[in-house]
């Protein structure tokens, strides 16, 4: 096969085509360098420690939401592979803890919460990862401010990430999450229309779960 490989440095983007078994590309010079601009590339990259801190230090301002899904895919099958740590994967998360795009968010958490359930194998390792959780995502949550009440209404992506933050943390045990998954699982079972359906779902299966 021939690959193309795609460089974005902070002075635009290059490509590069591989087409031998070994081979070297001209890298741009650049104090800030991602090997697979536009997430175009099928292959992996294993980054060496210095690159891959400075990719996670710009992760949010350097790259398009494309790229830090492919960010995040490549490093997850490093973590597998057993090419990466948990760890490097957990920097990368928390780097992203903010991110305003719903579908980047759920991609990372999807992961951690494989983590959650295959990795962390005591129970003193659970509470460390909900710890971790509450610390990363309620801020990013208590920024999205109050819940609208009756027929108000928010764009979609703001829905998306209030559910999924809301059920992160209260599978997090965050207290304040928590109750309020069984003050909205009232209102809903009350009345359906009260309540945005992710979001109730959300807290029906958090309700639930504490009783």
Known sequence: WTLPVCFKSG????????????????????????????????????YPKAVYADIVAHVESGLTPEERIAVMGNEWALTRSNHATVGDYLNLVAALHRDPNAIVLKDALHNVATIADSIAATDEERAAL?????????????????????KDDEPEDKKQLRALLFRVLGEAKDTAIVAEAH???????ADQNSVEPALAQAALGIAASNG
């Open 11 to 46: 002075e635009g983007s290059s490509c590069e085509l591989l087409a031998s078994p070994q081979q070297e590309l001209r890298v741009p010079r650049s104090s800030f360098l991602f090997p697979d601009a536009g997430a175009r590339g099928y292959y992996r990259i294993v």
């Open 130 to 150: 909900e710890a971790w959780e509450r610390k990363q995502f309620a801020p990013a949550y208590a920024a999205l401010g109050p819940i609208p009440t009756g």
């Open 183 to 189: 003050s909205l699982a009232e209102r809903y079972i």
